[in-house]
T-cell receptor
């Protein structure tokens, strides 16, 4: 079945540092890939998505590229801010007609000033 | 468009009682999903509706759980004879073909004492 493996956290960085959160997946067919973010006390928000190989999703300075050859979808940001502190979830859906998401366990990111 | 809403936001109940949660999806979204999230984990899929039809149920959804979407709009999730292991955040999401998403609601946190 489908599965998502995320970089274990927690991750602590200084403001303006470069961020990478690793995500790899196992899936049949051609899944769509997502990053969701959960800020403290809030619900899950869709951060970005990519639907086919080599697609790059981007939003709020975050980027992730769908790499089919390495089955990866790593999240990156060039210069993080304190407001980026949150839990980040990598997820995928199969291409079988619905959008049932399979999530990773999440990575807690803390940015210190 | 006010997003996905869920009610109640918090529920405390005694073991053995029945509880019901409601989800109102984004208007005109024909797909609705229920997920369960426990502390430190990613959300796990429970069930999925397309319009009023329940098309898929996870093995996580024991016979104490039932979900409905009677008119293809809002949905309810009922848990009968609650157990302490049912304590979790219950998340609802909605999507529609050709749109981005799925989009999540704020969740209902259930505590079974």
């Amino acid at each position: 079945g489908n599965s998502v493996t995320q970089m274990e956290g927690p991750v602590t960085l200084s403001e303006e540092a470069f961020l990478t959160i690793n995500c790899t997946y196992t899936a049949t067919g051609y899944p769509s890939l997502f990053w969701y973010v959960q800020y403290p006390g809030e619900g899950l928000q869709l951060l970005l998505k990519a639907t086919k190989a080599d697609d790059k999703g981007s939003n709020k300075g975050f980027e992730a590229t769908y790499r089919k050859e390495t089955t990866s979808f790593h999240l990156e940001k060039g210069s993080v801010q304190v407001s980026d502190s949150a839990v980040y979830f990598c997820a995928l859906t199969s291409n079988f007609g619905n959008e049932k998401l399979t999530f990773g366990t999440g990575t807690r990111l803390t940015i210190i000033p | 468009d006010t997003g996905v809403s869920q009610d109640p936001r918090h529920k405390i109940t005694k073991r053995g009682q029945n509880v019901t949660f409601r989800c109102d999806p984004i208007s005109e979204h024909n797909r609705l999903y229920w997920y369960r999230q426990t502390l430190g984990q990613g959300p796990e899929f429970l069930t999925y509706f397309q319009n009023e039809a329940q098309l898929e149920k996870s093995r996580l959804l024991s016979d104490r759980f039932s979900a409905e979407r009677p008119k293809g709009s809002f949905s309810t999730l009922e848990i009968q004879r609650t157990e302490q292991g049912d304590s979790a955040m219950y998340l609802c999401a909605s999507s529609s073909t050709g749109t981005s998403g799925p989009y999540f609601g704020p969740g209902t946190r259930l505590t079974v004492t």
